[in-house]
């Protein structure tokens, strides 16, 4: 089982939806990085499960304990290990999928890679649990980031066919970002809240679960980061987003409708202005040739209904070899988007400290002088 990423800014995850603990161990902060915990925490608490009324009822407080890596409040150079404690598990809800499938969910397949010895509760390894230590990475990446005048935010685009106005592409600033941080429910129109929650609660009503779209961003990035192939920005950030359990598609800029325009319409102008150069449009997400061109790093990352509804669908019982039917029991998400937010912001966050491995602003003790 692959639970790595990276080779300058790397993580290795750990832990089950209902083990004793999950986490991750963070290799490649520079010695003397501040790490503020505060603002961890309030990133984990946006993520954290029974905070809102559209997620979930398992409520965990996600409270990070910082193992290794961070002493007085600045990384030592060593790697950084964030544990978070599984407080609130109902393992029993799980029984019968040792032998029931749920349509949807890894267990079949997790089933037959894993010889029948992977953990089904919760669905183990494969839960989206486990985002919460990628949010705990991408919470010391984006203080990283900060640092070097990069912000990034997210809002929910669309959940349940409702969408919300997209991002300024070309005029977007860090303010409106970090606003939307600081965000319940972040949205740049409000008045849409009511509309998208009584989607989710209509469905969640029937025993069902709606998807939606999150659109991420992230300005002051320079030009000149990543590599075109297979070190290109869309690739790493992609690989990142698909690791999500949830994420089903990527786009950058325009993502599929820029194949419906022409060249003239799809390029992007250059002009120089008195900060250097920059486009009049962004149709390409900020990235050309897979390297940032100095405009905003902009994509989409649609979210799939969580699949553990309590509607009865069709499966298979393994152990009977009969077609048979289930009623997913337990506690889940009628939507995910929400949660999901500061999970594809910190996809994002983690993706750029990888890709600026070669910025000696960023990694200075990798640069001889």
Same mark, same amino acid.
């Given at each position: 089982m692959?639970a790595?990423?990276?080779?300058q800014?790397r993580l290795?995850?750990f832990?089950?939806?209902?083990g004793?603990?999950i986490?991750?161990?963070i290799?490649g902060v520079?010695?003397g990085t501040?790490?503020d915990?505060?603002a961890?925490a309030r990133d984990?608490? *946006?993520?954290? %499960? #029974?905070s809102?009324p559209? @997620?979930?009822?398992? $409520?965990?407080?996600d409270?990070?304990?910082?193992?290794s !890596?961070?002493m007085d409040?600045?990384?030592t150079?060593?790697?950084?290990?964030g544990m978070?404690?599984n407080?609130n598990?109902r393992s029993g809800d799980?029984?019968?999928?040792?032998? *029931?499938?749920? %349509? #949807?969910?890894?267990?079949? @397949?997790g089933?037959v $890679?894993?010889?029948g010895y992977n953990?089904?509760?919760? !669905?183990?390894?494969f839960?989206?649990?486990?985002?919460?230590?990628l949010?705990?990475a991408?919470?010391v990446a984006r203080?990283m980031?900060?640092?070097r005048?990069?912000?990034?935010?997210?809002?929910i685009?669309q959940?349940?066919?409702?969408?919300?106005?997209?991002?300024d592409?070309?005029h977007m600033d860090?303010?409106?970002l970090l606003?939307?941080q600081?965000?319940?429910f972040?949205?740049?129109d409000p008045?849409?809240?009511?509309?998208m929650?009584?989607?989710i609660a209509a469905?969640?009503?029937?025993?069902?679960?709606v998807?939606g779209?999150?659109?991420?961003a992230?300005?002051?990035?320079p030009a000149?980061?990543g590599s075109?192939?297979?070190g290109?920005?869309?690739?790493?950030?992609?690989?990142l987003?698909?690791?999500v359990?949830a994420?089903k598609?990527?786009?950058?800029?325009?993502?599929?409708?820029?194949a419906?325009l022409r060249g003239?319409e799809a390029n992007?102008?250059?002009?120089?202005t008195?900060?250097g150069?920059?486009?009049t449009?962004?149709?390409?997400?900020g990235?050309?040739?897979?390297?940032t061109?100095?405009?905003?790093?902009?994509?989409?990352?649609?979210i799939?209904?969580?699949?553990?509804?309590?509607?009865?669908?069709?499966?298979?019982?393994l152990?009977?070899?009969?077609?048979?039917?289930?009623?997913?029991t337990?506690?889940?998400?009628?939507c995910?988007v929400?949660r999901a937010?500061p999970?594809?912001?910190?996809?994002?966050a983690?993706?750029l400290?990888?890709l600026?491995?070669d910025?000696?602003?960023?990694?200075?003790?990798?640069h001889t002088p």
């Amino acid at each position: 089982m692959r639970a790595n990423f990276g080779t300058q800014y790397r993580l290795t995850i750990f832990g089950e939806s209902h083990g004793e603990a999950i986490g991750v161990v963070i290799d490649g902060v520079p010695a003397g990085t501040p790490i503020d915990e505060q603002a961890i925490a309030r990133d984990m608490a *946006r993520r954290a %499960p #029974g905070s809102d009324p559209a @997620a979930t009822s398992r $409520k965990e407080p996600d409270a990070v304990r910082i193992m290794s !890596g961070v002493m007085d409040g600045r990384a030592t150079g060593a790697p950084i290990c964030g544990m978070i404690m599984n407080t609130n598990t109902r393992s029993g809800d799980y029984a019968q999928l040792r032998t *029931r499938m749920r %349509p #949807g969910h890894a267990d079949y @397949a997790g089933h037959v $890679k894993y010889s029948g010895y992977n953990d089904p509760r919760g !669905g183990g390894h494969f839960s989206g649990r486990l985002t919460a230590p990628l949010v705990f990475a991408g919470s010391v990446a984006r203080q990283m980031l900060a640092a070097r005048g990069i912000t990034i935010g997210a809002h929910i685009a669309q959940i349940a066919g409702c969408s919300d106005r997209a991002l300024d592409p070309v005029h977007m600033d860090a303010q409106t970002l970090l606003a939307l941080q600081e965000s319940r429910f972040p949205l740049l129109d409000p008045s849409l809240e009511g509309e998208m929650r009584a989607r989710i609660a209509a469905a969640k009503a029937e025993g069902d679960s709606v998807g939606g779209v999150i659109e991420c961003a992230a300005v002051g990035v320079p030009a000149g980061i990543g590599s075109p192939f297979f070190g290109s920005v869309e690739s790493v950030v992609s690989q990142l987003a698909f690791s999500v359990p949830a994420v089903k598609a990527v786009a950058f800029g325009d993502g599929m409708d820029i194949a419906a325009l022409r060249g003239s319409e799809a390029n992007d102008p250059m002009r120089m202005t008195d900060g250097g150069v920059s486009c009049t449009s962004n149709h390409n997400g900020g990235v050309t040739g897979g390297i940032t061109n100095g405009m905003p790093v902009v994509f989409r990352a649609a979210i799939k209904p969580t699949p553990s509804i309590a509607r009865e669908q069709q499966t298979i019982n393994l152990e009977t070899g009969e077609n048979t039917t289930l009623s997913v029991t337990g506690r889940h998400d009628p939507c995910i988007v929400l949660r999901a937010v500061p999970v594809i912001e910190s996809v994002l966050a983690i993706a750029l400290c990888e890709l600026m491995a070669d910025d000696c602003s960023l990694y200075p003790h990798r640069h001889t002088p």
